[in-house]
């Protein structure tokens, strides 16, 4: 609290541009350095006697220098300090030292604006860093998973001696594992799609509540085998937007309600379409989710339920969040009465 106040204090100080700082300091040289040089010859006229031969212009210049050297003394505290501090700061920053901060009693403007900037750019810098080291331990140890059952299936059918039934299972798992190793790979390929705003150019208009119905589809021998009963409810809705980027939206909620769900259980698909908006909503019947882990569950990486761990890379719904984030979209979470949980996806129908 005492370092808020403090920072308000100082913000609460009158400040001045650089500009009007250089102007009045100029002004002040000049009528400081004529002030004092004919105050000089004044009282130089009144105690000497004899006539002074100096040229008034050369005394005026030589007040004036002095003047200047301490006008530059002045500027280089004020003005050149805190900039060469900045240049120190940066070469820092640039080391990968993101604890720097810079702090300032100057009244310029300029000056504490350009402090404020930089240390608000340390701090998204140092919290940029925190995520890109967590994004790459965990894209590391879900990659190293995968590999390393692929290497021992591999191994143990290479020794040979196993049965044919052993055989078919490590082949099953070699499989499964490649398929986790390429939806990793895939899930992490559109991450930087999406970050590097390549969606744009590839708008056009299709049927939403078709491609939700495809996604259903999809899904069939997952939903078949867990014998789940699906409410369908879908208004016709022309939408323009990056289709196949919208289709792993829905996918992924679908896939995750499917997967959550209990043998024999529901899902509930629901679209409905107004001017303004278009409003989707996936829920299942499954054990819910936490209210400590509702505010994690669309981080990457993030997996509420440990038993279904080895069923994906808890990338699922950070990519759809992040998609419908690309896209002016929001997605959010809530409880479905009595068991279970809602998805409800609201996209903008302006286009």
Known sequence: MKKKSGEKKRR????????????????????LGIGIALIVLSELSGLIPIEIRVHPAVIL????????????????????????????????????????KLETESRIREIQDIYESFNLMVRELAATEIVGSDFISNVSHEFKTP???????????????????QEAEYIEKIIYSTKRLSDLASNILLFSKIDNQAIDSQKHRFRLDEQIRQAILMLEPKWTEREIDFDVDL?????????????????????????????????GIKMRADDASV?????????????????????????????????????????????????????????????????????????
Not at 243 to 251: C, G, P, Y
């Open 147 to 165: 590999i390393n059952a692929i290497e021992g299936y591999t191994t143990l059918l290479q020794d040979g001696g196993v049965s044919k039934e």
């Open 12 to 31: 609460g100080k009158m400040r001045f541009s650089i500009r009007l700082f250089f102007t009045l300091l100029i002004i002040a040289e000049i009528v």
């Open 235 to 267: 208004d016709t809705v022309e939408y323009t937007c990056n289709e196949s980027l919208l289709f792993h939206v829905w996918s992924n909620l679908i896939d995750n309600a499917i997967k959550f769900d209990p043998q024999g259980g529901y899902v």
């Open 61 to 100: 210049l030589a007040f004036s220098a002095i003047v200047g050297i301490i006008s530059a003394s002045y500027i280089n505290r004020r003005i050149f300090s805190p900039i060469l501090k900045i240049s120190q700061s940066m070469s820092k920053v640039a080391d990968g030292d993101f604890t720097v």
């Open 279 to 351: 409003t989707v909503t996936v829920e299942d019947s499954g054990p819910g989710i936490a209210d400590d882990a509702k505010r994690r569950i669309f981080d990457k990486f993030y997996q509420s339920d440990s038993s279904h761990k080895d069923e994906g890379s808890g990338l699922g719904l950070a990519l759809v969040r992040r998609i419908l984030t690309a896209v002016g979209g929001t997605v959010t979470v809530s409880d479905r009465d009595p068991t279970g949980s809602v998805f409800t996806v609201t996209l903008p129908r302006a286009e």
